[in-house]
């Protein structure tokens, strides 16, 4: 039987258990980026200036680009031992708690909150407050902050930017309508960074990062009529360069922006796992293709990690998205 989901949550609703409950535990999902992480630091920044208190739960550790944001050194894989039973979980940019990873408890589902902005979110939480319009789970945290009439500090601001800027890669994506950058500027004017900001996340490359990218773009491959573009980093190239998976972020869309490309992936075949990024021109549908295969995400950018080896996902990958049209 197909159950339908709950819907999604009103702005009031949300903003009602915010008010009534006093702990909060915010969870970004694995592998961080600036927009879970963002997300939750600045909703947990607004609650705490209303004296609530306020955790924040990552698996891994908060990459060395976004170690700027405000609170950042209190994103922990740890969890305090005196957690109240009725402490909110609030789960940011994520459409399922299994992008949360493997260290969590055990959550009653009318314990977590979940903000997002995936078009496959499962409404997993008791709210759901999932707006797939947004450009960032962070402008979705902008509404609810809106909504309390909390003050939002130079602090806040520039956490949310950063999660604007990071899934509108810099306002290059078709997510960067005319709202968001009205948004940007406001956020500016309340002491957002975008100096910072720019500087910590699109540049300030390890050299490693700059040799990798280099090998990466230099053993891709064109296929399907030049409409595919892909390439591999594995344990030994993170090795030969020194480098690691942070370094891999970008390669993905140096290979999307060849001319005529219509789909580009990143096959990170390291630590154990095949993890694959998938970005899109918006012809084909990476989040479906990914869908095919155990991954999520959006229209134009989109992930998997393969269950098998880098040659099965290699084929897979582009079966998948040979069924989604490419
Ligand atoms: P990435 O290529 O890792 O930057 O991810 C691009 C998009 O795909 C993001 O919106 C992620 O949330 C989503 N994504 C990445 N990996 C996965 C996965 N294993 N399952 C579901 N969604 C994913
Ligand atoms: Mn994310
Ligand atoms: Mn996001």
Redesign the pocket.
């Known amino acids: 039987m197909i159950q339908s989901k709950p819907a999604t949550a009103s702005t009031e609703d949300v903003v009602a258990e915010l008010r009534r409950r006093s702990t909060f535990v915010f969870v970004s999902?694995v592998?961080p980026?600036g927009d879970t992480l963002g997300a939750g630091l600045a909703l947990g920044l607004a609650l705490r200036g209303m004296g609530k208190r306020v955790h924040h739960f990552q698996q891994d550790p908060v990459p060395r680009n976004l170690r700027f944001l405000p609170d950042s050194e209190r994103v922990a894989r740890e969890l305090p031992a005196d957690l109240p039973a009725d402490a909110l979980w609030v789960f940011c940019?994520?459409?399922s708690t299994s992008?949360a990873g493997e260290f969590l408890p055990e959550l009653e589902r009318r314990n977590i909150l979940d903000i997002d902005h995936?078009l496959g979110n499962e409404h997993f939480g008791a709210l759901n407050y999932v707006l797939s319009d947004e450009c960032s789970t962070g402008t979705c945290v902008l509404r609810l902050l809106r909504a309390m009439k909390t003050p939002i500090t130079p602090e806040i601001a520039t956490c949310l930017l950063t999660t604007i800027m990071t899934d509108t890669g810099g306002f290059m994506h078709s997510n960067t309508t005319a709202d968001v950058l009205r948004i940007s500027a406001e956020l500016t004017d309340l002491g957002a960074n975008k100096e910072e900001i720019t500087e910590r996340i699109f540049a300030n490359k390890r050299f490693a990062a700059i040799r990798l990218l280099g090998h990466a773009l230099g053993t891709a491959r064109l296929e399907n009529d030049g409409k595919y573009c892909w390439s591999v980093v594995d344990d030994a190239m993170l090795a030969q360069f020194d480098a690691d998976g942070e370094d891999t972020e970008e390669i993905?869309q140096h290979l999307r922006a060849v001319e005529g490309v219509d789909v580009a992936a990143l096959f990170k075949a390291y630590d154990g796992d095949v993890?694959v990024?998938?970005r899109s021109n918006g012809r084909v549908n990476v989040q479906a293709a990914?869908g095919r295969l155990g991954?999520?995400?959006?229209f134009r950018?989109?992930?998997?990690?393969f269950v098998g080896s880098l040659d099965d996902a290699i084929v897979a990958v582009r079966d998948a998205l040979v069924a989604e049209g490419l």
């Open positions: 999902h592998k980026d940019d994520m459409s992008r995936h993905v993890r990024s998938l990914a991954g999520g995400g959006h950018a989109s992930g998997l990690t």
